[in-house]
């Protein structure tokens, strides 16, 4: 809370000073502010790590400490389950990790894979052909937006229950599989872009409306698709409400599910700090390995996302 | 030399013009096209209305019926009216939860919209440095419980980061997730370290739609940076500002996983928001009724708000032009 604060003054008065051109002190102050921010957003990465080398043991005593406290890889060896629990330190709790990353990362996927593509079948249905009632049937879909999401959820929860899905990956992954109302809109933004000639070129080839979605449409909404993507990919790998509702068994659970279990069964009187900081960084990595990878894109793209 | 001024080097042309086409398809003479696509758009969009139609229609309206009803999961439905209805306007768990909510989505929205503006103008004079946005988005990219978890640690009452800095203040140690008090805003702005970047982010863009002569005339007659913000940055941005709040207002009311995390609702009610009650109510009393009516009702409450930010906001109309 007390880190917040500076960055809020900060953001309205710098901009105003930033062209007084003889000194630009006003623009040092606006970096200072976005440095500042940049700091913030940093730094509870940075404690991750520095907890989850420290020992339990160690953290109340040098809590104001800003490096490690009785350096050890510990932590990371009892939650990843290297090593047993031997119970130094409050906590004796360790994490199933790889079964739940492999969980993750099936549901993950399979929610991106279905949803991006199915949503962009949509989107072209929406976007390039010409069908009666259309229009009608797109803002049936974009009501959909509206809808806070807990007001389905208990009826699909029940749904789940009765076809006898529950604790399965079809639980987790139905729901979002095959569209989401944001995902189509978003696509059939970029396909209403796509110039009309380059369409009825291929028709002139004989094309059909499967050649041209496949080797026209997709192909050339390549950036925005992957933004959709990952942007997919980090809302499924972030759920926790509907994988705790449908898929808290052991087999199927997923790594947010799985911190909160974790979290549950640490004790109240010592918490295992240095475990659960290992842990979350663990299940925080994965995704922040996939961003280095294809972030850059994303951050360009991010912004066409919420506004059109 | 200000930089501030400087064309955007990575805008694509192509996106910027998109929307006026995009409103209106162009309809030119098409190359010995059928009537209708009626056929192939049929197959195209049978998997996403499969799945709109059982997992958002379906359940929509199955939501609205079991409001009517005493459902618990187990055992026989009756119908019973607006009895559901009634007793919630009795239940003061469930005016706790909503006052509760409410000064949660209000700490919210608010600091997370000032500071994203603020850091999104910022960058927007600044640096159009892929790495600046990169980090600010980073918060993003972590779960929800990842993130409630963290700021727990960082909170905690003896040996968190946060207190040992007050500490160094002379300022006596905070229970930042253990008062009543501290509990709302504490997880407030947690989400808002989450959520802050990736507004910024939309904000940025919103701003890259804004014609630079707008900001050359400006400061020609001789406008101050701050004559400019309130005077084009800020009117220009409406449109986007009002969707993004929206959106934001919408995602806020569903606040769950950070006090299921942390809190679970208490010290007391205090952080027992809407999302929680109708979690405990459904799946650990098995009022499914009871908590569909207060669905209802979020989702009556939520339209209604909606639509009124798009109508003071006025989305649709922009200033431009």
């Known amino acids: 809370m007390s880190a917040l604060t500076p960055t809020r003054t900060a953001s309205t008065s710098p901009a105003t000073r930033i062209r007084r051109r003889p000194i630009p002190i006003g623009k040092m102050i606006a970096w200072a502010a976005l440095l500042v921010v940049m700091l913030v957003s940093l730094f509870p990465f940075y404690w991750m790590l520095r907890t ?11 809590a104001g400490n800003l490096l490690p406290v009785g350096l050890s890889i ?47 079948m949509a989107a072209y249905a929406f976007a390039r052909l010409r069908w009666p009632g259309r229009e009608q049937a797109f803002f049936i879909f974009l009501t959909a937006l509206m809808i806070p999401p807990i007001f389905i959820t208990l009826p699909n929860f029940i749904l789940i229950k009765n076809l006898g899905l529950l604790n399965t990956y079809a639980a987790i992954v139905l729901p979002y599989f095959f569209m989401t109302p944001f995902a189509i809109f978003f696509l059939r933004q970029f396909f209403l872009g796509i110039s009309r000639e380059v369409e009825e070129s291929a028709m002139l080839d004989g094309a059909g409306h499967a050649r041209i979605f496949f080797r026209l449409i997709l192909p050339m909404s390549r950036t925005p698709i992957l933004t959709l993507a990952m942007l997919t990919y980090i809302t499924a790998w972030s759920d926790y409400f509907w994988p705790l509702l449908v898929g808290s068994d052991d087999n199927v659970r997923v790594l947010t599910v799985a911190l909160g279990i974790f979290q549950a069964q640490t004790p109240q009187t010592g918490p295992d700090w240095s475990g659960l900081m290992a842990a979350t960084l663990i299940a925080a990595l994965p995704i922040l390995i996939l961003f280095l990878v294809i972030g850059r894109k994303v951050v360009e793209n991010i912004g066409y996302s919420g506004i059109k | 030399m200000t930089t501030t001024l400087r064309p955007s080097p990575r805008t694509k042309p192509g996106n910027r013009s998109r929307p006026d086409k995009g409103s209106t398809p162009a309809r030119k003479r098409s190359v010995r096209r059928p009537r209708t696509d009626l056929r192939a758009a049929l197959i195209f969009i049978t998997p996403a209305a ?23 999961v ?89 207190n040992q800095v007050l500490a160094f203040f002379g300022v006596h140690p905070v229970s930042f997730f253990g008062s009543d008090v501290f509990a709302i805003p504490t997880i407030a702005l947690v989400n808002v370290w989450r959520f802050m970047g990736y507004t910024a982010l939309l904000i940025f863009a919103g701003l890259q739609t804004i014609p630079k002569e707008y900001y050359e005339a400006a400061s020609l007659d001789g406008a101050t940076e701050n004559r400019m913000f309130w005077g084009i940055t800020l009117p220009l941005l409406r449109p986007v500002l009002a969707l993004v709040l929206v959106i934001s207002v919408v995602g806020s009311f569903q606040i769950f996983d950070t006090v ?44 209604a708000i909606s639509l009124i930010q798009l109508r003071i906001l006025r989305a649709d109309k922009s200033d431009l032009g």
């Open chain 1, 52 to 62: 989850a080398l420290s020992t339990n043991a160690d953290l109340p005593t040098g």
């Open chain 1, 74 to 120: 510990s932590s990371f060896e009892r939650v990843l389950g290297i090593t047993q629990p031997t119970g130094t330190g409050g906590s004796t709790a360790s994490l199933n990790f790889w079964l739940y990353l492999r969980n993750s990362i099936i549901t993950s996927t399979l929610i991106t894979a279905g949803q991006v593509f199915f949503s962009a």
């Open chain 2, 50 to 72: 499969v799945g709109f139609i059982a997992f958002f229609l379906v359940p929509a309206v199955l939501g609205i019926g079991y409001s009517f009803t005493d459902y618990r």
């Open chain 2, 74 to 162: 187990f055992g026989p439905v009756n119908f019973v009216g607006l009895d559901n209805y009634a007793a919630l306007f009795q239940d003061p768990l469930f005016w706790n939860a909503l006052g509760v909510t409410l000064e949660y989505v209000v700490i919210n929205i608010v600091v997370q919209t000032v500071l994203a503006v603020g850091v999104a103008v910022l960058m927007h004079r600044l640096t159009r440095s892929i790495v600046v946005r990169g980090i600010i988005l980073l918060p993003y990219l972590v779960a929800n419980v990842v993130v409630a978890l963290v700021w727990f640690w960082i909170f905690d009452y003896s040996s968190g980061i946060a």
């Open chain 2, 260 to 303: 299921a995390v942390t809190t679970k609702g208490g010290p007391v009610n205090a952080t027992r928001v809407i999302y929680y009650y109708i979690y405990e109510l459904a799946f650990e009393k098995f009022k499914f009724g009871y908590a569909s009516a207060i669905s209802v009702v979020l989702l009556v409450i939520l339209a």
